[in-house]
C-alpha cells in the first residue's frame, strides 16, 4: 500500500536529479536569506553554481546544534516571519533550545511524510492511533497527529503519562495502533499487566509506531510479545520536521528514508569526511523541500548505516539501520568505549528484567546499572536474585568488556520519565 506511489517509487535516477535540483535551489534560498549561511558561503567562496553534481554537498558547510542555538531565536530563518504558521522548539535537556519553524507548506510536507510513514505499514481509515507522545512545543505528537488525520485514521490526542486513562481510552475506544517512545510501552505493558489487562485478549491494538529515542532489537520484541503488537521504528528529529523522516515498512528491515525530503550523508563523527559506501557513522541530513528553515548538512549526532540493497516492497528510498547510538551517547570506562544502548540490550533480552534500568558512573570509574525486575514475586528467592544478578553481570561483562556491578530493584522503583527517558547519571569525579 503506497500514500504516494509515484514519488515513493521513483527510479534512483530520477531520485538523484530532483535531489540535485533541490539542492541547488536551497543553497541559493540560504544564501540569500540567511546571513549565517551567506558568510559560511562567501567563507568557501561558493554560490549556487558550485553545486554540479550531488557529490559537491561535501562542499557545503555543516551545521550544528550548537549553529542553532547560537542563531536562536530567528537567526536560521529564511522567510518572512509572517510566512511562518508554527514554532516548534527542540525537547534538548540542556541549554538553550533551538527554534524551528514551519511555513504552510512544510507543515503540509511533514504531514505528508507522515501519511507514507502510516500507510507504508498498513494503516488507514478505520484505524484509530493513540498519540502518546508529548503535545506542545515538542514535534513528536503534532507532526503525526497531522499525518494521521491527512490519511483519515481517528486520533486520539491522549499525549503522555496517566496509564490509568490511556487504558480506559484504548478500551472504550478500541485503539488499533499508537504512538510512543519505548520506554512508555514498557511500561505501559507493565502497568496493564498489574491490573491484570490482557492486550490480546481485552484490547484492539494492531500496531505501534516507537521512537524518540535509541533502542534496540531486543526492546522491540519484548514490546511486541508484551502488548500483542507490531513494533515499527519511527525515526526522526525536530530539526527536521520531527518524526516521519525514516520509518520502516511491513518488511522491517531498516527505516526508509525519505530522499525527495532529505539529502542523507555518512560520515566520521570525528573528521566530518564520509565514511565508505554501507559502512556506520554519524547521520547528516539537509532539508531539500523545506521553505521557512532550510537546513545544511545537520550533525544529528545519531549512529547508522545506509543498507544498499533495494527493499522488496518496491520503495526507491533508501533505508538505514537502527540508530545504534548518538555520537555523545557513547561513554568511556576504564578506557573502554560503549553505548548504553549495549547494556539495554543485553538487559531486554532476558525475560526477569523488567521496563527499567538507569547507568550510573561513579567514583573514578565505577559502572553500576541499576535493574528493575519483572515481577515482585521474586521477593524472599534469594537464590533466584542471586543468580539473576550474576548472570546480568556476566551477560554484560562479555558483551561490553567491562564489569559493572548490577543492583536488582523491585518493579516500580525507578521513576518514570513523560518525555524521553533518562538512563545514564554520569558522576565520576574525573
Ligand atoms: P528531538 O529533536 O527531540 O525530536 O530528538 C531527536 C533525536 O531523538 C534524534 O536525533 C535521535 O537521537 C533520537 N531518536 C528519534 N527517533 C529515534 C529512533 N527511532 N531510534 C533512535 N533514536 C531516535
Ligand atoms: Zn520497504
Known amino acids: ?59 557545503l558547510p555543516f551545521t550544528t546544534r550548537e549553529d542553532l542555538r547560537a542563531t536562536y531565536p530567528f537567526g536560521l530563518l529564511a522567510v518572512d516571519r509572517a510566512d511562518v504558521i508554527r514554532l516548534h522548539t527542540s525537547s534538548g535537556t540542556t541549554g538553550k533550545p533551538k527554534a524551528m519553524f514551519f511555513s504552510k507548506k512544510d507543515v503540509a510536507g511533514a504531514a505528508d511524510l507522515i501519511a507514507r510513514c502510516l ?33 483519515g485514521l481517528m486520533v486520539i490526542p491522549a499525549g503522555p503519562g496517566n496509564s490509568e486513562r490511556q487504558c480506559l481510552l484504548m478500551q472504550d475506544f478500541r485503539t488499533t495502533v499508537f504512538h510512543t517512545t519505548p520506554s512508555y510501552a514498557l511500561y505501559l505493558a507493565q502497568f496493564l499487566k498489574e491490573r491484570g489487562i490482557d492486550p490480546r485478549r481485552d484490547l484492539s491494538l494492531r500496531k505501534a509506531y516507537i521512537g524518540a529515542e535509541p533502542y534496540s532489537d531486543e526492546t522491540r520484541r519484548k514490546i511486541e510479545s508484551a502488548l500483542g503488537v507490531k513494533v515499527y521504528n519511527s525515526y526522526g528529529l525536530s530539526e527536521m520536521n520531527g518524526p516521519g523522516v525514516a520509518f520502516e515498512c511491513e518488511h522491517q528491515q531498516g ?55 533495494p527493499c522488496p516492497c518496491g520503495r526507491t528510498h533508501r533505508r538505514i539501520r537502527r540508530i545504534t547510538g548518538r555520537a555523545d551517547d557513547m561513554l568511556i570506562v576504564r578506557g573502554v568505549n560503549l553505548y548504553p544502548q549495549q547494556i539495554e540490550r543485553v538487559l531486554m533480552s532476558l525475560p526477569a528484567v ?24 521474586f521477593d524472599g528467592r534469594v537464590e533466584h536474585l542471586v543468580n539473576l544478578q550474576r548472570e546480568i553481570v556476566e551477560r554484560l561483562r562479555a558483551d561490553l568488556l567491562v564489569k559493572p556491578r548490577v543492583e536488582l530493584l523491585p518493579p516500580g522503583s525507578l521513576p518514570v520519565s513523560e518525555g524521553k527517558a533518562k538512563r545514564v547519571f554520569d558522576k565520576r569525579i574525573l
Open 1 to 59: 500500500m503506497f500514500w504516494d506511489k509515484e514519488w515513493e517509487t521513483l527510479s534512483r535516477a530520477e531520485l538523484e536529479q530532483w535531489q540535485l535540483r533541490r539542492l541547488r535551489s536551497t543553497v541559493q534560498h540560504v544564501a540569500r536569506h540567511v546571513p549565517f549561511y551567506q558568510q559560511k558561503c562567501a567563507e568557501r567562496g561558493l554560490g549556487a553554481r558550485a553545486i554540479l553534481s550531488l557529490k559537491d554537498i561535501r562542499r
Open 119 to 151: 500507510v507504508m505499514t498498513g494503516v488507514g481509515r478505520g484505524d484509530v492511533l493513540q498519540n502518546m507522545m508529548t503535545y506542545g512545543l515538542f514535534t513528536g505528537a503534532l507532526v503525526m497527529h497531522y499525518g494521521a488525520e491527512k490519511v
Open 255 to 309: 527505516m526508509h528514508l525519505w530522499e525527495d525530503h532529505f539529502l542523507i550523508e555518512i560520515v566520521d563523527p570525528a573528521t566530518g569526511n564520509p565514511v565508505p559506501d554501507g559502512e556506520e557513522g554519524e547521520m547528516v541530513l539537509t532539508t531539500l523541500r523545506r521553505e521557512a528553515m532550510p537546513i545544511l548538512r545537520y550533525r544529528t549526532r545519531d549512529i547508522t548505516s545506509v543498507i544498499r540493497t
Open 354 to 377: 523488567g521496563h527499567s534500568y538507569q547507568i550510573h558512573l561513579e567514583g573514578l570509574d565505577e559502572l553500576i546499572v541499576k535493574v528493575e525486575l519483572a515481577d515482585a514475586s
